[in-house]
């Protein structure tokens, strides 16, 4: 008698795709293998950075495997199927396979809410209050964010519609508000010149000419002569005469002499 050895059959693979995926993302590695020969397949991973030298996985004894994806970078894995029959082995080493872990990043920015205040006045100060952000990310992922964001400028400087620039993670976005001179508020006033005539007997009118006050305001100060209102007119009160005048709503004051009739000379 003798007896011949049968070489089992090579295994026929399949391999995975490579895959590219984010950090702490699961993934697995996979090969199909098949044989005609009825043997039985076993299977172990190895894994390279890239250069000549590999390593075998631990536990990576199985047709998928399920990397760590924990670490950014690329790992390169193979799998080394052996069909055993009849006490013999052969094996095969299957095509690389690439896991690629890419860090996530933000690839968009837009304004979901615009702030709830978006008229100001010249001067005014941006007041973000609900203001929202989504923001968009390289994994598919949508967030809504409301703080950790850049913008400018935040002191509303000039008339007119305004820019305001977003940053946010080396994304840009912009949203506009409305600024416009905020109305003249008078503070307060005050007589500037005295007029011209300051002596009247009793009974005489109030003769305003050369007065003038200054005006002061949120825009600074100016002087008036027209359009002021002095009370009373009717020089009725012997002795020093207070002579309000008024303007808008505030008010300022001078005396004018008023000599008694007996000391009035003729």
């Known amino acids: 008698l003798c007896t011949v050895d049968v070489q089992p059959e090579t295994p026929k693979l399949i391999v995975g795709p490579s895959v590219n995926c984010f950090l702490n993302d ?14 039985t397949l076993s299977y172990q991973w190895y894994a390279s950075d890239g250069s000549s030298h590999s390593s075998i996985v631990s536990g990576g004894v199985d047709s ?3 990397p760590g994806t924990d670490y950014l970078g690329t790992t390169y894995y193979y799998c080394v199927v052996t069909n055993t029959n009849n006490g013999i082995s052969v094996s095969v080493a299957s095509p690389i396979v690439s896991v690629t872990v890419d860090e996530v990043r933000v690839t968009g920015l837009s304004v979901q809410t615009l702030p709830a205040k978006t008229d100001y006045y010249v001067g005014e100060r941006l007041n973000t209050e609900g203001l929202a952000l989504l923001v968009s990310y390289s994994d598919g992922r949508t967030e809504t964010v409301t703080s950790g964001y850049q913008l400018y400028p935040t002191l509303l400087d000039k008339a007119g519609v305004q820019t305001i620039e977003l940053s946010y993670a080396n994304q840009f976005c912009r949203f506009e508000v409305n600024v416009q001179e905020e109305p003249e508020r008078i503070d307060g006033i005050g007589v500037l010149t005295l007029p011209h005539r300051s002596s009247y007997v009793v009974g005489e009118t109030l003769d305003p000419a050369g007065l003038s006050i200054r005006v002061y305001t949120n825009r600074g100060t100016r002087d008036v002569s027209e359009g002021l209102v002095c009370s009373p007119m009717f020089l009725n009160q012997e002795g020093g005469q207070v002579i309000t005048v008024s303007y808008g709503d505030k008010t300022c004051t001078f005396t004018v002499g008023v000599p008694s009739s007996s000391s009035t000379k003729l």
């Not at 699961?26 to 043997?39: E, F, I, L, M």
Request: hydrophobic share 35%; proline share 6%.
């Open 64 to 66: 998928f495997y399920q």
């Open 26 to 39: 699961p993934v697995h590695v996979s090969v199909t293998a098949t044989v005609s020969d009825g043997g």
